[in-house]
């Protein structure tokens, strides 16, 4: 829980699209190829005018001027009126880019595809999602997991929600006999939600079962399926939206009774940079509670619960670990909890202590942290431990008895990206493996026998042959050894003249992982690179790591990914007027703070639905919840901190900036998008270079973007479009036997 990306739950539609799947446009390229292309618009371009206003905040001495304040109203008729302004002017140079046809055809092919994801299991029934190529959305399904000859049946369709209010499949949690399902729908795939409840034998909802505030909701049922734990979300002050999250309550409902009457089990902290939430042992003997306190920190509590959850409870919560700088998650299975954590051990552990007494005096450690292997989960699965982690950004997952002692090594496919599920009470485990030249596939195997076989894989029209992929390791600004995953042409010459896309992310403990992009093909084919830096700030070395690109260190996130940059022109990938940058939310803000800090570097920056006003962030969407990341503007050290990378206020009148293309859901309700508004105006005012500055729009997604095919054939287009032309690559249309890669 927490961070920009709020976790999900059981059952979600593997990213089979994009790093960072976003937004669609209202007119698409036809797939069968337009005869011509309007004319490209003359450079420099005539920007819509963007008025400036006396505005600036004023922190501990130091004035933050704050130009384009009036642009934070995304309502008012004026800012309306210039977002219509500058999505038209952003539609008219995207749209005559040259090879738009062929790229969208590519990409059609690319996405129009059968895919599915790796079921999970409950009671006796398989849970999935499948989505065929004709089909905009993903389907849950269902089928037996008694008879592998069994028939699946359809369960929750998004698909017809297209023609109203768009909403897509959030989290969905079954009941643990299988029969029932509490589900999330969002309109327009924002992160607002409402929770339904429905039958899985019938495939009806339960009438009554609606419960609005779902933002924060997964569904931990009781044994019996009598009901389930939930956070809820009620509505906030309109003109304090920010505070919001500080409301949050956790609830129980029981089916049958009124949503509105469910009993509160533990009361709001008033916090916004908290995330709270509950879960109920599988035996439903005891029940937890977790407060997420920001920067990869929790607290746990727990009681006895017999029978229902009553208000009672919110009296009654004992402390498992409180107040620690750590993480800790447990899991229950018969009278014993395993709990990982990164308490002293950067690189994970795990504890087993007896359910009746869990003062940390009693945990003892049965899987000791290892110098290399950064643990980042372990679960019971057929009454085995199943240990998943990277060594060196690569998966690795092991089998262990319930007291740490090794079992064996699962046999991975490859060296790549793999991920692990099964059920307490089944040896059946499922997983599914990819790295960037291999497509998806799905294995299924048991705790108990080595043998395993091919469930499912996915077939991208692809030829990954000509490709290979380096891992490259190169200093930072201080020193620090930082890796990368380079994937370019087997012939590539090392003369600088390859056009190169680098990507990062650098924050929350998020890790950069091998897998598989289907939609970087393109750009590959039309003779493309592209780099994934694993900067500080993710995951992929532990918590230090994390730490390492966090509050008042978060400049070696951008000191890494220029030093990044600076490996692929020193060592001949590609050269400045050749490199793209990319990134998105937390990223976004990466791609911000380096084209402002070393716009000689890049020629192009993609940057999608960012953060890049770091003075007034806490103001708007979930801002207040990043605060444990990135610190306070009212607090001095990490204020100063903020002020000295905030990209909004290091534009720089008079500089030769690169081509930028900002594109942000209007209506995020997650990062706003003043953020990018904001920076567009300034950048617009500011270059004086002849390179486009352009905001792209959208008006029927959230923050992770839309959900549906033809939304990502669109963006794609625009995406690598724009980076085709900009630096320079040939059209898709233009590049010699084309066919042979399909």
Not at 30 to 43: D, H, I, K, V, Y
Not at 121 to 144: H, T
Not at 226 to 246: A, E, I, K, Q
Not at 688 to 711: C, F
Request: aromatic share 10%; glycine share 10%; charged share 20%.
């Amino acid at each position: 829980m927490g961070g920009i990306f709020y976790g999900v739950a059981f059952l979600m539609l593997s990213a089979l699209i994009f790093t960072f799947v976003l937004h669609p446009r209202k007119h698409a390229p036809s797939a069968a190829g337009e005869t011509e292309q309007p004319p490209m618009p003359t450079l420099p371009l005539n920007y819509p005018p963007s008025r400036t206003v006396d505005a600036s905040d004023i922190h501990f001495g130091v004035k933050a001027a704050d130009p384009y304040r009036w642009l934070e109203d995304g309502k008012s008729p004026e800012v309306q009126a210039w977002l219509a302004a500058q999505n038209k002017l952003a539609r008219s140079y995207l749209d005559a880019l040259p090879g738009r046809a062929a790229l969208a055809k590519r990409f059609s092919e690319l996405f129009h595809i059968d895919t599915i994801s790796a079921p999970g299991r409950a009671g006796d029934r398989y849970f999935y999602m499948r989505q065929n190529a004709k089909q905009e959305k993903g389907v849950l399904y269902w089928r037996s997991a008694l008879d592998p000859n069994a028939p699946e049946h359809v369960l929750i369709d998004p698909n017809p929600f297209i023609a109203t209010n768009n909403a897509s499949l959030g989290a969905a949690a079954p009941s643990l006999d299988g029969k029932l399902l509490a589900y999330s729908l969002k309109p327009n795939n924002a992160d607002e939600a409402t929770l339904y409840v429905k039958n899985v034998e019938s495939g009806q909802d339960l009438p009554g079962e609606v419960i609005e505030g779902a933002k924060y909701a997964e569904a931990s049922w009781l044994p019996d399926g009598s009901g389930f734990v939930y956070t809820y979300l009620p509505p906030g002050d309109p003109d304090h939206l920010s505070d919001r999250p500080g409301l949050a309550v956790v609830r129980y409902h029981k089916l049958g009774t009124d949503p509105k009457r469910d009993v509160v089990i533990h009361e709001k902290t008033g916090d916004p940079t908290k995330f709270i939430g509950a879960d109920v042992s599988r035996d439903g003997k005891w029940i937890f509670f977790e407060q997420a306190n920001g920067g990869n920190r929790n607290d746990l509590y727990y009681q006895a619960l017999s029978g229902q959850p009553t208000s009672d409870l919110a009296d009654h919560w004992k402390p498992i670990v409180v107040g620690k700088d750590f993480a800790y998650s447990l899991e229950a299975w018969k009278g014993q909890a395993y709990i990982l954590t990164n308490e002293d051990a950067p690189h994970y552990r795990v504890f087993k202590a007896a359910m009746d007494d869990l003062r940390r005096s009693n945990w003892r450690e049965i899987i000791p942290e290892s110098p290399t292997l950064v643990i980042s989960d372990v679960s019971v699965v057929g009454d085995r431990l199943v240990l998943q982690g990277t060594e060196n950004i690569m998966s690795h997952i092991s089998i262990l008895d319930l007291d740490g002692k090794l079992i064996r090594e699962l046999k991975l496919p490859g060296i790549g990206t793999a991920g692990a599920g099964g059920e307490p009470d089944h040896p059946e485990l499922f997983y599914d493996f990819e790295n960037f030249t291999q497509p998806p596939e799905i294995f299924e195997t048991t705790v108990n026998d080595e043998a395993q076989t091919l469930w499912a894989k996915i077939n991208f029209p692809v030829d990954p042959s000509p490709y290979v992929v380096e891992q490259k390791f190169f200093a930072s600004k201080d020193g620090t050894k930082v890796p990368m995953f380079i994937v370019h042409r087997k012939d590539i010459l090392l003369d600088g003249s390859t056009p190169f896309m680098l990507y990062g992310y650098g924050g929350f403990d998020i890790s950069m992982l091998p897998g598989f992009r289907a939609g970087y093909y393109p750009w590959l084919e039309a003779g493309g690179g592209f780099a994934i830096a694993n900067l500080r700030g993710g995951g992929e070395f532990g918590e230090q790591w994390h730490k390492d690109g966090m509050l008042l260190k978060k400049q070696n996130v951008f000191d890494d990914c220029i030093a990044a940059a600076e490996c692929l022109i020193n060592e001949g990938y590609t050269k400045p007027d050749r490199l793209a940058v990319r990134g998105g939310s937390n990223g976004g803000l990466l791609v911000g703070a380096v084209i402002t800090q070393r716009p000689d570097l890049f020629r192009v920056g993609v940057c999608e639905a960012p953060l890049l006003d770091m003075i007034r962030f806490p103001l708007y969407g979930g801002g207040k919840t990043w605060i444990p990341e990135y610190g306070s503007p009212d607090d001095p050290d990490q204020f100063q901190a903020l002020y000295n990378y905030s990209p909004y206020h290091h534009v720089k009148p008079g500089t030769a900036y690169p081509a930028m293309l900002f594109c942000t859901p209007q209506n995020d309700d997650r990062v706003a998008p003043m953020h990018a508004f904001k920076m567009t105006a300034e950048l617009q005012a500011a270059t004086s270079s002849p390179n486009p500055i352009l905001l792209r729009l959208e008006t029927q997604s959230g923050h992770g973007g839309g959900d549906q095919v033809s939304k990502s054939i669109e963006y794609g287009t625009d995406i690598w479009s724009f980076m085709i032309h900009e630096l320079g690559a040939k059209p898709l249309d233009e590049v010699p036997n084309q066919d042979a890669n399909h």
